[in-house]
């Protein structure tokens, strides 16, 4: 079975091109657990992600990566400014093969590794501040929405740059995938340096924060990203304020199976695709336009499911 989000020909351009670049042996944007390229459409720069999982894996992780096509949906609804926007996606529940693409904006930028080299340490400590406080309000976005990010790091920061490709804009958060509910049970998850010292093992995880998301290991992640990765140091980080967001209905508990657009971020290791399997798919159309209405699903009659039984993490 096929299902889309987003217009049904855009997405299936946006694959078809993302699978001929894969096939030429073009390298893929470094990814531990997913495939992610750029592709252009109608001059149009976009990130094609896929994920899928199978065999003894598909229950739990169809649930996972259901989770991760929702909570993007909703954030990119909620609060756009501050997330990568997602503009499309098509999932395949075929066998025990469950795989998802996930087409998302790609406007003019680098994630903060690639602009910290590209601009040099000179420039990154006339722009730290700037830079660190919209991260910060991006990480406060989605506390308002109570959604934790859990895996805050340098290459899951977008910068965004003005016409000179130099100039600092503003930030944005990708990968969503180990968001998870603030203070729902979810799996340990992110990368251990970004992550309080108090919870790099599950033992402490669960004695600390009784294993529920926190924003307390975002807050550490962004604070480390200041001292290590803008190369700050012991000078404390500015006092940005606090980003007030009007707060969307509350999220139900990570591995919800509900396939409509509510629920939260799931919160296990999914095993990276190593290749790209071919899927049934639809023919594009030449002419295909970008989206104008990402989240209108007219390729499936909305069904009512029965939620199924949360796994145990």
């Avoid at 009784?210 to 962004?222: C, E, F, I, L």
């Amino acid at each position: 079975m096929v299902d889309y989000r987003g217009n049904k020909d855009f997405v299936e351009e946006c694959i078809n091109i993302f699978n001929q670049k894969l096939a030429r042996g073009d390298a893929p944007i470094p990814g531990q657990f997913s495939t992610v390229l750029k592709v252009e459409v109608n001059k149009v720069s976009y990130f094609v992600k896929r994920m899928y999982v199978s065999g003894e894996l598909y229950a739990k992780g169809k649930i996972t990566l259901k989770n991760e096509l929702i909570v993007n949906i909703n954030m990119t609804k909620r609060i756009p400014e501050f997330v990568s926007n997602l503009l499309g996606a098509r999932m395949l529940d075929e066998g025990d093969t469950y795989e998802v693409y996930l087409i998302f904006e790609a406007p003019t930028g680098y994630n903060l590794t690639q602009y910290i080299e590209l601009i040099g340490q000179k420039a990154v400590n006339k722009q730290c501040q700037q830079i660190y406080c919209s991260i910060k309000a991006a990480q406060d976005a989605l506390h308002a929405q109570r959604i934790v990010h859990r895996d805050i790091k340098p290459d899951n920061i977008y910068v965004l740059v003005g016409a000179d490709k130099r100039e600092f804009v503003k930030c944005k958060l990708l990968d969503l995938g180990f968001a998870a509910p603030l203070g729902e049970k979810a799996g340990l998850v992110g990368t251990r340096e970004l992550m309080p010292p108090n919870m790099r093992n599950p033992q402490n995880y669960k004695s600390h924060y009784n294993g529920r998301a926190t924003k307390a290991h975002n807050d550490y992640s962004v604070n480390e990203i200041w001292k290590t990765f803008l190369r700050q140091g012991d000078r404390p980080p500015p006092d940005c304020g606090r980003v007030v967001e009007k707060k969307g209905p509350p999220l139900p508990p990570e591995n919800s199976d509900d396939d409509e657009e509510e629920g939260g971020g799931g919160g296990n290791h999914i095993k990276r695709s190593k290749s790209s399997k071919s899927s049934k798919s639809s023919k594009s159309s030449k002419s295909s336009k970008s989206p104008s209405s990402p989240f209108r699903n007219t390729h499936k009659k909305k069904q009512k499911h029965k939620r199924a039984k949360t796994p145990t993490q």
